[in-house]
């Protein structure tokens, strides 16, 4: 239990396309959904929070215009990077939570990830 | 500064070695301290979480949280070529009404034959 799919695992894309990420929680029902993004030998850097239904809270630094989420509905939530250019160019990565998920460690509303979309920027 | 420090590594060692892994921070208002593995291009997976100063034992693993001096450990006993992966402390805090995970880099740990 507790699974949750991306797709796609890998995309190339030209400098000023739009690329979207897709967030999956396969055998539940996700209240939240996190998006990170990793640098090569860089800590995971959370993105946004986002809950269904609701806009998405973007941490500092984060430019919401260019990284769009949405989550509109309990299982899904969609990472869009707009006009991409080779600097975002990275690996992003997907969680959900649900608190009082049957076997889950709820003692701090665990956080269950995704398998990370590789995107490459040229 | 940031707030959770890690060293990248990577760190090598024989099987059946014993493996410390450490993690300094610096933010008292850290509530869960935890382990995660992670294999290359692959999400993270959850280890193990401690809440209190003290240690918590699960198998070969051991976590060790020193709240006096925000420093955290896990130990690796009779490590195997299976555990070569990047392990990451993180550290859950709320901010603006969220429970938030904070990382640190990841140290890629080398478990030969």
């Known amino acids: 239990g507790a699974v949750v799919s991306q797709h796609p695992s890998r995309v190339i894309c030209k400098s000023g396309t739009s690329v979207k990420i897709e967030c999956r929680s396969l055998?539940?029902?996700?209240?939240?959904m996190f998006w990170y993004r990793q640098f090569p030998k860089k800590s995971l850097m959370l993105m946004a929070t986002s809950n269904e239904g609701s806009k998405a809270t973007y941490e500092q630094g984060v430019e919401k215009d260019k990284f769009l989420i949405n989550h509109a509905s309990l299982t899904l939530s969609t990472l869009t990077v707009t006009s991409a250019h080779p600097e975002d160019s990275s690996f992003y990565i997907c969680?959900?939570?649900?608190?009082?998920?049957?076997?889950?460690?709820?003692?701090?509303?665990?956080?269950?990830f995704g398998p990370g979309t590789r995107l490459t920027v040229l | 500064q940031k707030e959770v420090e890690q060293d990248p590594g990577p760190l090598s060692v024989p099987e059946g070695a014993i493996v410390s892994l450490n993690c300094t921070y610096s933010?008292?208002?850290?509530?869960?301290f935890m382990w995660y593995r992670q294999y290359s291009r692959k999400g993270p997976e959850l280890l193990m979480y401690?809440?209190?100063?003290g240690n918590k034992e699960d198998g070969r693993f051991t976590a060790q949280v020193d709240k006096s001096s925000k420093y955290i450990s896990l130990f690796i006993r009779d490590s195997q070529p299976s555990d070569s992966a990047t392990y990451l402390c993180?550290?859950?805090?709320?901010?603006?009404?969220?429970?938030?995970?904070?990382f640190g880099t990841g140290t890629r740990l080398l478990v030969s034959p």
């Open positions: 993180a550290m859950s805090v709320v901010d603006t009404g969220f429970q938030k995970l904070v």
């Open positions: 055998d539940f029902q996700a209240t939240t």
């Open positions: 933010n008292s208002a850290f509530q869960y």
């Open positions: 401690t809440y209190s100063s």
């Open positions: 969680s959900a939570r649900a608190p009082g998920l049957a076997g889950a460690r709820t003692f701090y509303n665990e956080q269950f």
